[in-house]
């Protein structure tokens, strides 16, 4: 009832609608990490929320449509990589999570089955469950897509005993092959909804440059690209150090540090937005 007020009242304006952006994200921190409400702690949880997100995104959809408005779906990509033989479930159960929210959205969840039969053995997941997200399916509209080259992707290894994460650094050749897979998988038009560098200001440059001219030139039906964020913020883990000193969790990610100073991949940025002559 809320979304279609929203929608009908606003239809003048609003055109493109995303009915919940990175479900992964929720679902890990709602149903897994219990650092979010309804605070659940386990793989079954994931599965828990993750279903409900979907229910509701396909409700979401259906308005959207009725309204003659499109729908831009957003999913952060990503997954883990590993060498040991132990840890090749893990890694794919890792990956298969980042893109299965597409899946059970458009009620078809060829390519992912052994994601599926994990969520069953879960027992968050249910041949039920899969059945409402086959009735209940919509397509996705645009696809909206969030890469960090720097950490969207891992490494998982064994240091005495125990799985260590660590970051596993991409680049626009592993942007190709997502955007590859994705078209092929989906067929629908995309977005580069989120996609920046931390810190290190000449890869931000070189990132910025590099990835946008190969948007200029993509061979999949690319519709734009986001920077983000803009300005410099703080990163999700201060929330955990309980208002705790800001200075350890500024993320530079920013095109512009926190006093609006502008920084020099902004004039990249700005040449491509005004028409693509970079300098």
């Not at 003048?12 to 702690?41: M, S």
């Not at 009620?107 to 059945?131: A, C, M, N, P, Q």
């Amino acid at each position: 009832e809320y979304t279609r007020a929203v929608l009908e009242h606003y239809k003048d304006v609003i055109h493109y609608v995303t009915p919940f952006n990175e479900p992964h994200t929720a679902a890990e921190f709602c149903g897994k990490l219990a650092q979010w409400p309804p605070y659940l702690d386990n793989d079954k949880g994931y599965f828990e929320v993750m279903k409900n997100i979907v229910i509701g995104a396909q409700e979401q959809s259906r308005i959207v449509k009725s309204l003659n408005m499109e729908t831009v779906h957003i999913e952060c990509t990503g997954g883990s990589f590993t060498e040991d033989e132990e840890l090749q479930e893990l890694a794919y159960t890792d990956t298969a999570k980042q893109s299965s929210f597409f899946y059970f959205l458009t009620g078809d969840v060829s390519g992912i089955e052994r994601f599926v039969e994990y969520g069953f053995r879960t027992g968050g997941l249910s041949e039920k469950d899969i059945d409402a997200f086959e009735r209940g399916k919509t397509d996705i509209g645009i696809m909206g897509i969030n890469f960090y080259p720097q950490f969207s992707f891992k490494d998982i290894r064994k240091e005495d005993g125990k799985i260590v994460y660590s970051n596993h650094a991409m680049w626009v050749n592993d942007l190709d092959d997502i955007l590859r897979k994705r078209y092929e998988r989906f067929s629908c038009p995309m977005l580069i909804t989120e996609t920046s560098v931390r810190d290190d200001e000449e890869l931000k440059k070189r990132w910025i440059e590099e990835s946008l001219r190969y948007c200029l030139e993509c061979r999949y039906p690319l519709l734009g690209y986001t920077y983000f964020p803009l300005i410099d913020m703080v990163d999700w883990e201060w929330r955990l150090d309980k208002g705790g000193d800001l200075s350890p969790y500024i993320a530079r990610f920013g095109l512009f540090d926190g006093e609006r100073r502008e920084r020099p991949a902004a004039q990249t940025y700005r040449a491509f937005a005004e028409g693509g002559a970079f300098r």
